[in-house]
């Protein structure tokens, strides 16, 4: 078990470029979450899967947003036309549907500076 | 709405010493409350969690909590201090009103030790 795996750990774009982050939950979790975690701050939840489908999202996940989970495996969380506010790290966690799955593992993280 | 307030941004502490991280919520119905670790460029690791049963919860690398609900808080204490301590930590409660299990988070206390 190789763990939550982020794909890219860093990031720099220039304002108004998209980007794509990856994430690889444990194999046989069947939930997955995003976070953003800005300086300072604790991490803020975004939006969170259930196998292939998007369950809930949070106002914090603007038009500019868009996550996918195709096949119920891996994820990819893309923002279009990148602000400088979108700087922080983006986090990912996986649970496992049992007791609720209330233990969530998360992924190294990828930080993201818009310049 | 859940919330949660961790009281100190950093919290200082010398080696061997004792270590108690402050943490109250807020919740409509009972809460399920999370502490995790986080070092510096990684992810979240969970210590310890309440869920229900017995209020003083014993997490890994020897540090415990304790739900007392008569006051909403939640916190983590260790007995001594070690230098590999010394990272951020953030307390979390699951999230309520439909959630299907985001978590809520501190802002996290930054703790160091010293030598």
């Known amino acids: 078990d190789t763990g939550v795996s982020q794909d890219p750990r860093h990031k720099i774009t220039k304002r108004g470029q998209n980007v794509t982050f990856r994430c690889d939950p444990i194999?046989?979790?069947?939930?997955l979450y995003w976070y953003r975690q800005t300086l300072g701050q604790g991490p803020e939840f975004l939006t969170y899967?259930?196998?292939?489908?998007?369950?809930?999202k949070s106002r914090l996940l603007s038009d500019r947003f868009s996550a996918e989970r195709p096949k119920g495996s891996f994820s990819t969380l893309e923002i279009q036309r990148t602000e400088q506010g979108d700087s922080a790290m983006y986090l990912c966690?996986?649970?496992?549907?049992?007791?609720?799955?209330?233990?969530?593992?998360f992924g190294p993280g990828t930080r993201l500076t818009v310049l | 709405a859940q919330s949660v307030t961790q009281l100190g941004s950093h919290v200082s502490v010398s080696e061997g010493a004792l270590v108690l991280l402050r943490c109250n919520y807020s919740s409509s119905v009972p809460p399920y409350l999370f502490w995790y670790v986080q070092y510096p460029n990684q992810g979240l690791q969970l210590l310890l969690k309440?869920?229900?049963?017995?209020?003083l919860v014993k997490g890994i690398n020897g540090f415990e909590a304790e739900f007392k609900k008569s006051e909403t808080s939640f916190h983590l204490t260790k007995p001594s201090a070690h230098m590999s301590d010394a990272a951020e930590y953030f307390c979390?409660?699951?999230?309520?009103?439909?959630?299907?299990?985001?978590?809520?988070f501190g802002k996290g206390t930054k703790l160091s030790v010293k030598p």
């Open positions: 979390a409660v699951w999230g309520d009103g439909g959630s299907q299990g985001n978590l809520i």
């Open positions: 966690a996986s649970s496992s549907g049992l007791a609720g799955g209330l233990e969530q593992f």
């Open positions: 309440y869920t229900t049963g017995a209020t």
């Open positions: 194999s046989e979790h069947n939930r």
């Open positions: 899967f259930q196998n292939e489908a998007q369950l809930e």
